[in-house]
């Protein structure tokens, strides 16, 4: 773990991303080095140290293609904590509507001086496009379906802090698997530390060979409540479907949320989580939401937490690659 003197220490960290574009991407030492950061920070936080001096004179710059209230908020406060000026972005009244193209707009605020790009976008694949095209590092904050890497760094944050060492431990996502971004960066977290993970939901909202990411899947969350130690309850998307995948939401509250005669077939020190916003009543009733195994409120708070430490560790690495650029790569042929 880095500790806070470290902070201003010159050397390399054994990061060897330049971008987050997915914890797809990370190996379990760099998911593992996040995390170890975020909970410095968080500790820092509690002892008083709310705002660090480790970004300033550096410029995030918040680019979000589709709305958003708790990420958005979350990595403005984070750079802010950072000493990070912040330049916000919405398409509504922007150059977009003008004709400008996504690229386009993304290099002209990387020229007004931005040292890091937050981006979120319907497209999958939009962060990657752009990351081969920018100068400075960008940061994932959800492209479509695909992923949504800080999300899934904070819920397992949420659920280390809960059930220590991950390994070995079993966790279900239920829900809309098919739609969610969250669910991808889940899967990749939880089994790259180590975890054995069951998705669960109905047939028509689980993803074809989704079993080739090293998952079980289930179609019965009454048979899997027994047998986990931590259940994160995603929300169905229904912004993102087109048709209908189940009868009604009466049948899917019935048959997958979860409710207080469920709760009591689970484990003593069950850890529920739902990423927000909730949809109370369908994946998840008033009486877990707000119970003693709910962590909702703690995923909001480590969020931050995890967010600082990505910018932070981003920047580092980007300033590394600076410093000491890699050799090229001289062909034999």
Known sequence: MVSFRDYFQEGPIPW?????????YLSGEEITLILDQAAEFKRLAAEGHSKLGLLKGTVVGNLFFEPSTRTRTSFGLAAKRLS?????????????????????TARNIEAMGVSLMVVRHKTPGAQLFLSQRMNSPVLNAGDGTHEHPTQGL?????????????????????????HSRVA?????????????????GPA?????????????????????????????????????????FFPSIQEYAHLFGMNATRLKRARE?????????????????????????????????????????????????????????????????
């Open 84 to 104: 990070a000026d912040t330049v916000d972005f919405s398409p509504s009244g922007s150059s977009l509507s003008k004709g400008e193209s996504f690229l386009d």
């Open 184 to 200: 991808r960066s889940n899967i990749w977290g939880l089994t790259k530390l180590g975890a054995k993970v069951i998705v669960c």
């Open 154 to 178: 904070l819920d397992v944050m949420t659920m280390r802090e809960r059930c220590g060492d991950l390994a070995g431990k079993t966790v279900a996502l239920v829900g809309d698997i098919r």
């Open 204 to 244: 028509t909202l689980i993803p074809p060979q989704i079993e080739k990411l090293g998952v079980e899947v289930s179609h019965s969350l009454d048979e899997v409540i027994p047998r986990v130690d931590c259940i994160n309850l995603l929300r169905i998307q229904f912004e993102r479907q087109r048709g209908a």
């Open 16 to 24: 060897t991303q330049s971008n987050l574009l997915g914890l797809q």
């Open 269 to 333: 020190n069950v850890v529920i989580l739902a990423p927000g916003p909730i949809n109370r009543g369908v994946e998840i009733t008033p009486h877990v939401a707000d119970g003693k195994h709910s962590v909702i409120l703690d995923q909001v708070s480590n969020g931050l937490a995890v967010r600082m430490a990505a910018l932070y560790l981003l920047h580092r690495r980007q300033q590394e690659l600076l410093s000491f650029p890699p050799e090229p790569q001289v062909s034999l042929i």
